[in-house]
Nanobody
Framework: DVQLVESGGGSVQAGGSLRLSCAASGFTFSDYAMSWIRQAPGKELEWVASISRGFAASRSYADSVKGRFTISRDDRASMVYLQLNSLKSEDTAMYYC????????????RGQGTQVTVS
């Protein structure tokens, strides 16, 4: 079974940084693109970033986070990361990693999430 376990969330002040991690298991990690999505209180799920599979992985970002967030992956460890810099109050949300590329991220298996709160 696909298992995704997120960690690294927390409470930070605006302008601060966090690094989210996601440990994946139950599938051949290197064969899949991976994504991060988020859900703010009272709002719908929102795609945040995706990284393709392969050595020269390509990355894509939502306009709202472009230039502030960086997605990366470590295939040997089956991990995907999201570096969050210059955080804003509107980044407050539960963050999830998801198996698959952008067009599948909102409906693909995801973990339990990690909460990011920016004040």
């Amino acid at each position: 079974d696909v298992q995704l376990v997120e960690s690294g969330g927390g409470s930070v002040q605006a302008g601060g940084s966090l690094r989210l991690s996601c440990a994946a298991s139950g599938f051949t990690f290197s064969d899949y693109a991976m994504s991060w999505i988020r859900q703010a209180p009272g709002k719908e799920l929102e795609w945040v970033a995706s990284i393709s599979r392969g050595f020269a992985a390509s990355r894509s970002y939502a306009d709202s986070v472009k230039g502030r967030f960086t997605i990366s992956r470590d295939d040997r460890a089956s991990m995907v990361y999201l570096q969050l810099n210059s955080l804003k109050s509107e980044d407050t949300a539960m963050y999830y990693c998801a198996k698959g590329p952008r067009d599948q991220a909102l409906t693909s298996p995801r973990g339990q999430g990690t909460q990011v709160t920016v004040s």
